[in-house]
């Protein structure tokens, strides 16, 4: 299965749909992540951090 994760529409949320430990969970299950870019760094978490937990990371 293909998972996107994509940014939040509102300009203070701060959640995020996946965090890069939940990324290796659902990439060792065998599905393929694909993160926004920014979509986490309200929450803390960057572009980096998805990419080393093996997401890929798209505009």
């Known amino acids: ?4 994760v994509i940014n939040e529409a509102g ?3 701060r959640r995020v749909a996946s965090t890069p430990e ?3 969970n659902l990439l060792a299950d065998g599905h393929q992540v694909f993160v ?4 986490g760094q309200n929450a803390g ?3 980096d951090q998805y990419q080393e937990a093996g997401a890929t ?3």
Request: aromatic share 10%; charged share 20%; hydrophobic share 45%.
């Open 1 to 4: 299965m293909r998972i996107a």
């Open 11 to 13: 300009a203070e949320e």
């Open 22 to 24: 939940a990324v290796q």
């Open 36 to 39: 926004q870019t920014g979509a």
């Open 45 to 47: 978490f960057y572009d």
């Open 57 to 59: 990371v798209t505009p």
